[in-house]
């Protein structure tokens, strides 16, 4: 029986409508998505009558509502339908994520049937990072481009994402993949002025491949990361074969994780023994590794290569190992939060790829250490071993 059950119905598209005129600030991109910090400029505090498509004897207008989106509660999801749809009026802490024109991502109405009916219930309230369905306007996407596009020529976008932009954008000299709706997420911003910061990892694979070989020595993680760096060296290109080992973040031994967060933290916040003790205690503490590493073996007990690639429970579980850590540290607390579960679909040749990289895996010896090659992790007392 299907371990994974979707308990939410089809998301009816009458959801809020973002206004045209939103000030948008670039905060940050990944492969798929762009985060764009959001205000409303002053002459628009009054909602646009777009929000509320019909009105009867007992709705106001528009202009007399005052309702603000609260996206922190229940794992972020709200009711937001028809007449009913919440008016959002105070942006302060939300971000805005926009999808870029990948083949291999899924639209946000999908991802968002996704994410409400098979990712939310398997987390209890305050384990991930709230967020809510918007509908889009092209124009604050046109808006949003031509901002992307003058960071290209301002040298400040990134090398490696620039040439792709947002999908949505009606124009045709931009590239053409429809998208009608965004996401609003919890704003997990430090306020630095009062000494907190924000941590991002990945744990990716707190479980062993089940189709790695019964002799192996590394991780599904630290092997891919090896080979990574393999390939990286050969084209001369910067790369690093150090980095966070998963096996050590859930081992339940306080020495293997406190060599994990110092991974996290990096220099110089790493040398701070009692931030490494803080940190540490709070994500062993936290539900979300524990939940994680349950998850991904129950969903994917045969592995990469006897998996049925088209199944929900592989496509969750492959989510869920490329879901996002948000630590937001402060002087008095650790808080943790679970985002960015881009859905995994195995199309556009990503199947494939999984594939591809377990043969490679297995094959040059990556998973027992046997990989061909003079590396620096050959050195004496430098040999990558992980241990359950």
Not at 196 to 220: D, G, I, M, T, Y
């Amino acid at each position: 029986m299907s371990t994974v059950q979707a308990t939410g119905s089809h998301v009816d598209p009458r959801v809020p409508v973002l206004p045209d005129g939103l000030a948008l600030k670039y905060v940050a991109e990944g492969a798929a998505n762009v985060i764009w910090r959001i205000s409303l400029p002053d002459e628009q505090l009054t909602p646009p009558p777009t929000v509320i498509e019909e009105y009867s004897e007992t709705t106001p207008p528009p202009s007399d509502i005052d309702i603000d989106l609260d996206i922190g509660k229940e794992n972020g999801t709200v009711t937001a339908n028809g007449a009913n749809a919440p008016i959002i009026t105070d942006y302060s802490h939300l971000l805005l994520r926009l999808r870029k024109c990948l083949p291999s991502s899924e639209s946000n109405l999908l991802a968002y049937e996704y994410l409400s009916s098979v990712i939310m219930p398997l987390f209890p309230p305050g384990v991930m990072v709230g967020q809510e369905l918007v509908k889009l306007p092209p124009a604050l996407v046109v808006r949003a481009n031509d901002t992307l596009h003058h960071l290209e020529r301002s040298g400040v976008r990134p090398s490696h994402r620039q040439q792709l932009y947002l999908a949505g954008d009606p124009r045709p000299t931009e590239q053409q993949m429809d998208e009608g709706y965004a996401f609003l997420l919890e704003d997990m911003t430090p306020d630095t002025s009062v000494g907190e910061f924000l941590l991002e990892f990945k744990a990716k694979w707190l479980v062993q491949s089940p189709s790695a070989p019964e002799n192996w020595n590394r991780c599904r993680t630290c092997a891919l990361r090896l080979r990574k760096y393999n390939k990286a060296i050969k084209k001369g290109k910067h790369a690093e074969w150090r980095g966070l080992c998963p096996f050590d973040l859930v081992s339940k031994d306080p020495k293997r994780a406190k060599n994990a967060v110092r991974r996290i933290l990096q220099h110089p916040r790493s040398e701070d023994e009692k931030l490494v003790e803080r940190v540490t205690t709070a994500l062993m503490n936290s539900p979300q590794l524990s939940i994680l590493k349950e998850l991904q073996a129950s969903l994917d007990p045969k592995g990469i290569l006897k998996a049925d690639h088209k199944s929900k429970e592989f496509l969750t579980a492959m989510t869920l190992r490329d879901c996002t850590f948000y630590v937001k540290v402060s002087p008095t607390e650790v808080q943790a939060r679970l985002g960015d579960f881009d859905v995994k679909s195995g199309e556009a040749g990503k199947s494939e790829y999984w594939i591809r990289n377990e043969h490679e895996l297995i094959g040059e010896g990556w998973y027992t250490g046997t990989e061909y090659g003079d590396h620096p992790w050959k050195a004496e007392g430098l040999e990558v071993v992980c241990r359950v």
